[in-house]
């Protein structure tokens, strides 16, 4: 099946620093979503992008569709502290009838004060 | 808030035992996953429905089934419950269920002992 590599596994940056982070496939993706997760909750929806080259933002998140359709990445800009947590790309691949979101195992950011 | 609810948030049970997840999704979605997390293997799919209808299955194990029910909300029942089946069930939902954004709640923590 699909796999979602996903890097860095996890970041340490000082307050006020830019984040980047990728994703990217062996084989092409239809969707590609950004998720974040605080410990002991659901994934909250961050960016969601449907065409290749899309790029979208949402406040001091910016995503990135891939020309290729294999990768993306989510650059946050200037960090606090509330943006600590685990950030996960989740991809939907082409198939009938098959929508589900294949995960990445996620990026752990730590933002120091 | 993402308007997706499921009940309960934790549940603790013995090995054998069977337990029922309750999801009810965002108003308006026809589709609902379900997704089971653990630490080794992440977030990992499970099942969809659509509008009552099963739509997809992932790595959902046959001592595992699921229903979705003319008000939509669904159902994931777990039997024979074993020590490895303690992880996160997170139910999503979209509009749609066609590759569309999914919503997820908070998640059941499910403890077997």
């Known amino acids: 099946g699909q796999q979602l590599n996903q890097s860095p596994q996890s970041m340490f940056i000082q307050e006020g620093e830019d984040v980047s982070m990728n994703c990217t496939s062996s084989s092409i993706f239809n969707t590609w979503l950004w998720y974040k997760q605080d410990p002991g909750e659901g994934p909250v929806l961050l960016i969601a992008?449907?065409?290749?080259?899309e790029l979208t933002s949402n406040g001091r998140l910016t995503a990135q569709f891939g020309i290729t359709r294999k990768d993306s990445f989510l650059n946050i800009s200037a960090s606090i502290p509330s943006d600590v947590g685990i950030y996960f790309c989740?991809?939907?691949?082409?198939?009938?009838?098959?929508?589900?979101?294949?995960f990445g195992k996620g990026t752990k950011l730590s933002v120091i004060p | 808030d993402s308007g997706v609810t499921q009940t309960p948030k934790h549940l603790i049970t013995a090995t054998g035992q069977r337990v029922t997840l309750r999801c009810s999704p965002r108003s308006g979605d026809l589709s609902v996953y379900w997704y089971q997390q653990s630490l080794d293997q992440g977030l990992q799919f499970l099942i969809q429905?659509?509008?009552?209808?099963?739509?997809a299955k992932g790595n959902i194990l046959e001592r595992f089934s699921a229903q979705q029910f003319p008000d939509l909300h669904s159902e994931l029942n777990l039997s024979s419950l074993e020590l490895g089946d303690s992880a996160l069930y997170f139910c999503a939902s979209s509009p749609y269920g066609t590759g569309d954004e999914q919503y997820f709640g908070p998640g059941t923590r499910l403890t077997v002992t």
């Open positions: 989740a991809g939907v691949a082409p198939g009938a009838g098959s929508y589900q979101l294949t």
């Open positions: 429905y659509y509008n009552g209808e099963e739509r």
């Open positions: 992008l449907y065409k290749a080259g």
